[in-house]
Every structure is written in C-alpha cells, then in structure tokens.
C-alpha cells in the first residue's frame, strides 16, 4: 500500500510539473500589479485571496505568511491549477514613429492560460520539535499581450512568467505565537515589451519573506507578513537600434501584509478573513516607472455546510496602480519616443482591474485523506486613459485543487463542533 501511495504521488508530482512548465501569460488578468497573491490557490482563490492569517490551502500557507505553516499537521501534498481567460484590448490613438507604430484598435491574441502551483508540508512533533517545514513550485507572478498579428503595431507583443520555488519554516514560538520564514528561488521569463527590440530571456533572483500569526482568542488570530525585494536582471535582453545591446532591471516589490480572521460566528460554522497588503512598487526597477505603490484589500468567507462541505465567497479591490510617468526609459533602457513611449508600456502592463469576486466549494475527504477544492472569479471590466494609449481588460478564471493528508495530526482543520 505505501509503495503504491509513492508511485502515485511521485506520477501527481511530475504531471504538476508539467502543468507549472506550460503556465501561460495570462494569470495576470486578475493580478495585483503583476502579482497574484493567492488569488488562484485552490481554497483561498474562493475566498478573494484572503489567506494570511488562517489559510485553507498549505500553497497558501507556503506563498503567503509562512507562520500559518504551524496550523498544517502530519504530512501533505496539494496539486492545483487554474484556467484564466482574459479579454484585453488596446487602443493607440497616435504614431510612435521612432519605434514605427501606427495608430490601432485590437484585442491581444494571446490565449487564456494555465497557473498551476504545487506543494507539500511536513511537521515535526513526532521528533518533539515545533516545526513545519512546507515547500513547493507557484505560480507568482504572469503577464501577456499580442498584437503581432496587428501590422500598425509593429510586432507589439509582451510575455512575463514569474515561478518560485520557496523552501518555509513555521515555528510554534507559544500557544498562540507562531513565526516563520521562507527563502524563494525565483525563476522569470521577459519577452518585451519593447517594440521589436527585444526577446525572450531568463533570470532568477532570491526572495525572503518573514511572517508572525497571533491568536488573540481561540476565535480570532492575527498575521502579518514581509516580502523583501526580487531583483531580476535579464542580461542582453533589448538590441537598441545602434546596435548596443542592453540589460534589463526588473524587480518585484517589497509587500507588507497584514490579515486578521473570525470563526466565532454561527456556532463556528462561519469563518471571516480579511487581508490588507501594501505593495510598493516605488523601489522596483521597472515597474516604477510604470505603477506607484498599491493597496490591496481581501475579503473571504466560508461556510461549514457540515464535516465535510464548505461554500466560500470573496471580494477583492486595489487601488489602480497606473502612475503619471515622469521618466523616458523602463528598467533601464531608453525608449525612443520618450514618454508617450512609456506610456504605450505602461499599455501592456496595465493592472487597472479593481473589483473582483470569487467563489469556490470545498469538499472534506472525497476518498480517506483526500480533499478536493473548485474554485472560480470574475473581475469587472475597466479601462484607463493613459495619454495616447488606451487599455481595456476583464476576465473570469475558473480551478481546481486535491490535497492528500498523511500521518498524525494531518485530518485537523479549525475546531469542528461534535454536534455537526
């Protein structure tokens, strides 16, 4: 039986593998800036992202505030993906003669995409040690456009992948203090957006993150989380028209997190999560000189149906990040027509979706052990103006989820009230 359940996870684990090797560029349809904040783990997706504090998914735990690690007993493994199908459509309204676009109206033709995220976690309170240790392979980060099909574009096109590899630690510090940190291995992909300048290229670049989880009560907890930096630099990634070759500065921001959740309300059954994150993307290369720093608010809900359902609800907002430009080169690199330039950039890149719900079902051991989690988004259409560049996007997401539970410990959830 066990070599059987090894053969199984081991085939799970490759054909995840496989799903996080096609991720596609457009997860970034319902991105914060460029990243997704667990706006697509298989629980927490349902429930607007909310996940800092007390998170229903170990990717969650891993990717966001690693403290919440202590809360994942035994040992589990967790496979999901989502489907994101965006619409995003520009408009050029004037030329851009030194990079030889022409005015046009088109919708990118770049297709829906695949975020797909994996991972594990192990306790050690067999060893007599307050330890969780979780790690895996996300989706972090994914943007794309087209227009190559388009000639007034001039072969306008921009692909960003983001995918981590975080090794977390949790650490039960008291009854209700816990602490954790993660150190990720980033692995990214640029191609554009510099018309005809550039092409596809690869960078990797380290993360920390450290988190705390406070229990207030035996209701209601608190977390709060930091990401340092992620510093890219995609060498010889743009040819200049001189025919200099230049490098690429990108990085992504440094996030502060905070998130606080309640299941106190009826009988237990009810949990609330509400997360603020503050993304500045002041100090990143690249993307300060297309966003200014950004709010970005959380709110989930789950309702125990009984043992083994759960119905989730989300709600998300940010701020919309698009920022005046008051440079004429972007991580590094001078754009030839100078602002406007920037601004068709920023056309490319544009994050400026600002509503989003979400809903999910999750179902608690569909077979011994295993748990199965569907979840599903919309985010509202909007547009920005951003000088002579137009930019419209929404889109709905849909994904799915399976955790198995191994060892001592690993079928504890939030408390369970027997009369359920």
């Not at 990717?59 to 489907?83: D, E, K, M, R, Y």
């Not at 207030?216 to 340092?228: A, E, F, I, K, P």
């Not at 083994?308 to 690199?333: C, F, I, K, Q, T």
């Not at 951003?386 to 930019?391: N, R, V, Y």
């Amino acid at each position: 039986m066990r070599i059987g359940r090894r053969i199984a996870i081991s085939w799970l684990s490759l054909m995840a593998m496989g799903l996080l090797a096609v991720s596609a560029g457009n997860a970034r349809a319902q991105s914060y800036g460029i990243e997704l904040h667990n706006s697509l783990m298989p629980a927490s997706g349902g429930m607007g992202g909310a996940s800092l504090t007390q998170p229903q998914d170990l990717q969650s735990a891993i990717n966001g505030n690693p403290a919440t690690l202590t809360q994942f007993q035994g040992t589990q493994f967790s496979v999901s993906g989502a489907w994101a199908e965006p619409t995003y459509r520009i408009t050029q309204y004037r030329p851009l003669p030194l990079v030889g676009v022409d005015p046009f109206n088109a919708k990118s033709s770049t297709p829906g995409g695949v975020a797909g995220d994996i991972g594990v976690t192990q306790d050690f309170s067999a060893l007599g040690l307050p330890f969780v240790f979780g790690t895996g392979m996300m989706t972090n980060a994914a943007a794309g456009v087209n227009f190559r099909g388009v000639p007034e574009s001039h072969g306008t096109s921009a692909q960003y992948i983001a995918l981590d590899i975080p090794l977390a630690l949790g650490v039960q510090l008291t009854d209700r203090l816990s602490a954790g940190g993660a150190l990720t291995l980033g692995s990214s992909y640029l191609d554009g957006p510099f018309v005809d300048m550039s092409a596809m290229t690869p960078a990797y670049a380290l993360r920390g993150t450290l988190g705390l989880n406070y229990c207030l009560n035996d209701d209601t907890s608190l977390g709060l989380y930091w990401q340092s930096l992620k510093n890219f630099t995609f060498a010889d990634a743009v040819v200049l028209r001189n025919g200099a070759v230049e490098d690429v500065k990108f990085a992504h921001p440094e996030n502060i997190g905070l998130g606080i959740a309640n299941h106190s309300l009826m009988d237990g059954r009810l949990l609330l999560a509400f997360d603020v994150i503050y993304k500045e993307h002041s100090k990143a290369d690249f993307l300060r000189a297309i966003y200014k720093d950004q709010w970005v608010y959380q709110l989930g809900a789950q309702y125990a149906v009984n043992c083994r359902m759960r119905l989730r609800l989300g709600y998300a907002y940010n701020d919309n990040p698009m920022r005046e430009p008051v440079v004429d080169s972007v991580g590094g690199v001078p754009l030839p027509d100078g602002v406007p330039a920037v601004r068709y950039v920023q056309g490319q890149f544009a994050s400026i979706s600002q509503h989003r719900l979400t809903g999910g079902v999750g179902l608690r051991d569909v077979l011994p052990g295993v748990d199965f989690d569907l979840l599903a988004g919309y985010m509202f259409h909007n547009s920005d103006q951003l000088a002579d560049t137009l930019a419209a996007v929404e889109s709905y997401w849909l994904g799915a989820g399976i955790t198995w539970r191994f060892g001592r410990g690993a079928c504890e959830r939030l408390p369970v009230p027997t009369e359920w």
